[in-house]
């Protein structure tokens, strides 16, 4: 096995990202689990694999399409599906009623961030990506929400609603018009 081989389905540069994906869905297990720390350390590396990648694929020539959807897939485990998690089982949910409000916002979060990822590969699948991401990126997006996670551990912002609408807002922004500079 070749790890630096662009045609094998697990090159270096891949396996970091089987990695991100490994990461995040152990981060889901410590979510539900209640240890929110160990689960934010491992998305922050997670966050680490996710730029690794990629400076592996450019630097090894290993950028491949396999490569390209492995990614979104790794970003929507670890950045949209994870995040959600975390913010969703920190709020404190005192009936049904708002039980099911706060898991209707959070399916229209991942919603969102889902067709974020796919409007963003077929974009790039036809060269129209530019120097500007269109909407907010989904590691922007998780950032976002664990901002929000600690505004609301912290009692900084500690309505519940207000946590619910903000993460609506983010939601749409992933899909909105917005520029955001391409790194």
Known sequence: MNLFDKDNRFNLANIVTFSNISLGIVAMYFIQEGNFTIAIILAWIAGAFDILDG??????????????????????IS???MPSFLLFYALDKHNNLELLIAGAVFIYYIISGLRRLIEFNLKSEAGTVTKYFEGVPTPLGAILLWVLYLLYSYDIVSNFYMILLLVVAIAYLLN???????P
């Open 55 to 76: 400076k592996i694929a450019r630097k090894y020539n290993l950028s491949c399409e396999f490569g390209v959807q492995l990614d979104s897939f790794a970003d929507f």
């Open 79 to 81: 950045f949209v599906v």
């Open 176 to 182: 909105s018009k917005v520029k955001i500079p391409h």
